[in-house]
């Protein structure tokens, strides 16, 4: 019996302190440097139905997330130019407001990121991005 419960008590101290990902916060999850992975886009307009899928190369386009509220993004193009952004952000629940736009944080690890936007230009017309990440 007495080994019993000491192996119940040095399990359960185990698994209490060890810290995982669920543990952390989503701001706390945000920060560090993220690398866009694929963008899937859904557009509809008038009855018309597209889905594209884009995939980058890692490093490519990145967006690296400080514990300050700034974010960091850079790009290359396939013409060899390349763009360079500084801007603030705040998380409040399971949203990303990156300057002003809105993002779903609708999947977030210690290594991968989804974020879903949507844009409804009308009743029959709206775009749906997903863009998902990884550290």
Known sequence: MKKTIGAMLALSVLVFSCKKDDDKSTSELVVGKWNVIDVIEHKYDNGVSKRDTTEYTPGIETMELTKDGKAY?????????????????????????????????????????????????????????????KK
């Open 73 to 133: 993004y850079y790009a290359e193009f396939s013409n060899g130019s390349s763009a360079r952004d500084t801007m603030v952000y705040t998380v409040s629940g399971s949203k990303l407001i990156l300057d002003g736009d809105i993002f779903e944080i609708s999947k977030i690890t210690g290594s991968e990121m989804q974020l879903y936007s949507k844009y409804v230009y009308s009743a029959t017309e709206y775009d749906e991005e997903w863009v998902n990440c």
